[in-house]
């Protein structure tokens, strides 16, 4: 922040210290209170964060001595409480307290929710019974998103792994015998420490499984096979998948030519299928016991022995 940006915001203060309410309602994303939530309606607040709490904190430190920094840039403002202006999305940042040497006494990540603002949908699947799955999301366009945190709510702990727009469970997590269950909620902020949050209404594992894609080799001229993918859950007799097929002459997007053609349906560990003539071969495979999801398509051309070969 500017020296100017800096005056600015100490203008901005008096004014509001006349004119200011208390946002509409205060929480914590963590225990240890490091994010703190503002729930504000576009109107003019203001909000006193502490930088030390007890007596006890502040042993040996005089309130004098105590300084702030806003997003990193010094402040000038000094005493023990700091008082936070909002304006619609004016107000949240990285606020931190120091001692006159300068060592670190507090910082809080102050993040603004809009009142009434909705939770987004958030996306899970699994790629077999084993237990694991990954929940994704889609950022609002036009700014930088950072997660602030991820939370599963079920008895059993759950070993999270979250990158980029997702979350992965993995080892840990329940097995198929499932009997609550399982919501999931993220909490993410903009550059301009704006709250989104993601969240389900619950699910279990079983009903979000989404088999990986196969893989179509060719066997000779006029057939083509498949077998289940590796990353689903074995004994497959136990865990079994059916494949649907679609045929066309032409096809470039196989989501394009469901239902144009009559499917067809195999029930064996190793999938075969004919193909006569020049065609575009489309599979995809689910659990044939469970209304789970099918797997994204894979797409097979088929070329007679004279011309090239061309697979996709």
């Known amino acids: 922040m500017s020296s100017k940006a800096v005056r600015l915001l100490v203008i901005f203060s008096v004014y509001l210290m006349v004119n200011g309410n208390n946002p509409k309602s205060q929480r914590t994303l963590l225990p240890n209170g490091i994010f703190l939530v503002l729930e504000v309606t576009g109107q003019q607040a203001q909000f006193t964060l502490p930088c030390l709490d007890s007596t006890a904190e502040m042993k040996g430190i005089l309130v004098e001595n105590i300084v702030w920094m806003v997003n990193g840039a010094d402040t000038r403002i000094r005493g023990n409480t700091f008082i936070v202006y909002l304006e619609e999305s004016f107000g949240g940042g990285n606020y931190t307290c120091y001692s006159e040497e300068r060592a670190l006494l507090n910082h809080t990540l102050v993040l603004l929710q809009q009142v009434g603002s909705k939770r987004a949908d958030l996306n899970c699947t699994a790629q077999n019974y084993d237990g694991g799955f990954h929940c994704y999301w889609k950022y609002p366009k036009q700014s930088l998103w950072t997660v602030a945190l991820v939370k599963a709510e079920r008895p059993t702990a759950l070993d999270l792994d979250t990158g980029g727009n997702g979350t992965t469970c993995r080892e840990t997590c329940p097995q198929p015998e499932e009997t609550q269950l399982l919501r999931v909620s993220v909490c993410v902020y903009s550059e301009n420490f704006i709250l989104e949050e993601y969240s389900n209404v619950g699910f279990y594992v079983r009903e979000i499984v989404k088999p990986d894609k196969v893989k179509i080799e060719k066997v000779n001229a006029t057939m ?78 088929s070329v007679p022995m004279q011309r090239s070969k061309r697979w996709s």
């Open 224 to 301: 083509a096979e498949w077998s289940y993918p590796e990353s689903w859950s074995s004994p497959h007799s136990y865990f079994p998948l059916v494949s649907q097929v679609v045929v066309r002459k032409n096809c470039k997007k196989c989501g394009n030519c469901t239902g144009r053609l009559n499917t067809t349906v195999l029930n064996d560990n190793v999938f075969q299928f004919e193909i006569k003539k020049t065609k575009i071969l489309c599979v995809r495979i689910r659990d044939p016991l469970y209304a789970s999801q099918w797997s994204d398509w894979s797409r097979h051309r």
